[in-house]
């Protein structure tokens, strides 16, 4: 499959601590983004990466990509209740099919 | 505001229907996406679109169909030849088709009477 993993599948904290999902792909990549879905809605993009990028901030969130890895992880800070959603990693390969492939995404619940 | 909008936000398919999901967008995207998602799942690429009057089939295009008239909107319609047609059907439209932040619509879910 061309769909990468991402792990925890899911994950359960405490208002404040920070949650750390990580995703793994398959292929060389242009650039990896992170979406967040609320249960039932549609995805909402959070940030992009680029492959020449290593660390990426918006806001309490900071995200790495380590491409020799073919690794990305997503780190939440001081997390909110308001958080809790799946997170999906998606990138676009490289060569002439430059589709978005996901990730199967990570479930996190903050509780209050 | 500008946006992505989808209708309805659930519909019902008999056994040997066919149905349109609607998908509409005033932000001036060139390009388009539908996205099936079952649970627990991540996104499955159906068709998408770069241009007007062109599309593509996706990972799992077999028993949908979809046209692109217009550049807002790109309808999906999900034939009686989808045997496994209950899902969450997601559109996204993008500013061009290179891996670009999508954005998408709130999602129609389709189930079987």
């Known amino acids: 499959s061309q769909q990468g993993e991402e792990d925890p599948q899911a994950l359960s904290i405490q208002e404040g601590e920070n949650a750390t999902m990580n995703c793994s792909y398959k292929?060389?990549?242009?650039?990896l983004q992170w979406y967040r879905q609320n249960s039932g809605r549609g995805l909402v993009h959070l940030i992009l990466i680029r492959s020449n990028e290593r660390e990426k901030h918006s806001g309490r969130l900071r995200v790495t990509l380590d491409t020799s890895k073919k690794s990305s992880s997503l780190l939440i800070t001081a997390s909110r209740a308001a958080d809790t959603a799946s997170y999906f990693c998606a990138w676009e390969g490289r060569g002439n099919n430059r589709k978005l492939i996901w990730g199967l995404g990570t479930s996190l619940a903050v509780n209050p | 505001d500008g946006g992505i909008t989808q209708s309805p936000k659930y519909l019902f398919r008999k056994e040997g229907q066919n149905v349109t999901l609607s998908c509409e967008q005033n932000l001036n995207h060139d390009a388009m996406y539908w996205y099936r998602q079952d649970p627990g799942q991540g996104l499955r690429l159906i068709y998408y679109s770069q241009i007007v009057n062109d599309f593509q089939k996706g990972d799992i295009a077999e028993g949908y169909s979809v046209s692109r008239e217009k550049k807002e909107s790109f309808p999906l319609t999900v034939t009686s030849a989808q045997k496994n047609p209950t899902a969450f059907y997601l559109c996204?439209?993008?500013?061009?088709?290179?891996?670009?932040?999508?954005?998408f619509g709130p999602g129609t879910r389709l189930l079987v009477l």
């Open positions: 996204a439209s993008s500013i061009a088709q290179r891996g670009e932040t999508q954005y």
């Open positions: 292929t060389s990549i242009n650039n």
